[in-house]
């Protein structure tokens, strides 16, 4: 089973704080083993406003309000990114390169562009395989 030994950082996808937030979500027994590992090793935890956007969302429709109030005062503890004008044009780039083939959506595209480049491929926790399809270093 992979491990945080190591790291530092750690960029989260919504599927982990899916995982996270919800009991009832297949992955949240994981997902709690991970995030004691980050708050016992003092990990920073990053992100971006789409992510957290996505998050809330599907907590709220999938899950319920409860799970997601928890999540947004969670929010915090976060380093939220703000992607720029550039690689909002990247992310739409590589979306349009990947989609024709299989469905990658945009987050997951502007995330690779923070990923690979600001965040100089930091590991990634999620547990849907587009982070890996585009080739990011992910821990499930």
């Not at 789409?50 to 998050?55: A, L, Q």
């Not at 907590?59 to 939220?80: K, M, P, V």
């Not at 703000?82 to 990658?104: G, T």
């Not at 600001?118 to 499930?140: C, H, V, W, Y």
């Given at each position: 089973?992979?491990?945080?030994?190591?790291?530092?950082?750690?960029?989260?996808?919504?599927?982990?704080?899916?995982?996270?937030?919800?009991?009832k979500?297949?992955?949240?027994?994981?997902?709690?083993?991970?995030?004691?590992?980050?708050?016992?090793n003092?990990?920073?935890?990053?992100?971006?406003?789409?992510?957290?956007?996505?998050?809330?969302?599907?907590?709220?429709?999938q899950?319920?309000?409860?799970?997601?109030?928890?999540?947004?005062?969670?929010?915090?503890?976060?380093?939220?990114?703000?992607?720029i004008?550039?690689?909002?044009?990247?992310?739409?780039?590589?979306?349009?390169?990947?989609?024709?083939?299989?469905?990658?959506?945009?987050?997951?595209?502007?995330?690779?562009?923070?990923?690979?480049?600001?965040?100089?491929?930091?590991?990634?926790?999620?547990?849907?395989?587009?982070?890996?399809?585009?080739?990011?270093?992910?821990?499930?």
């Amino acid at each position: 089973m992979q491990t945080l030994h190591g790291l530092h950082a750690v960029y989260c996808d919504s599927s982990f704080f899916i995982a996270l937030f919800s009991k009832k979500d297949v992955k949240h027994k994981r997902a709690l083993e991970l995030f004691k590992e980050i708050e016992k090793n003092h990990i920073e935890i990053h992100t971006c406003w789409f992510i957290v956007s996505e998050t809330m969302t599907v907590l709220l429709y999938q899950y319920g309000y409860r799970e997601a109030l928890t999540f947004n005062q969670s929010i915090d503890l976060f380093h939220i990114r703000h992607p720029i004008e550039s690689q909002h044009h990247q992310a739409i780039a590589l979306f349009n390169l990947f989609a024709k083939d299989r469905k990658v959506s945009f987050v997951d595209a502007l995330s690779h562009v923070l990923v690979s480049g600001d965040l100089k491929n930091m590991p990634a926790l999620s547990f849907d395989r587009d982070f890996k399809a585009l080739g990011l270093t992910t821990i499930q």
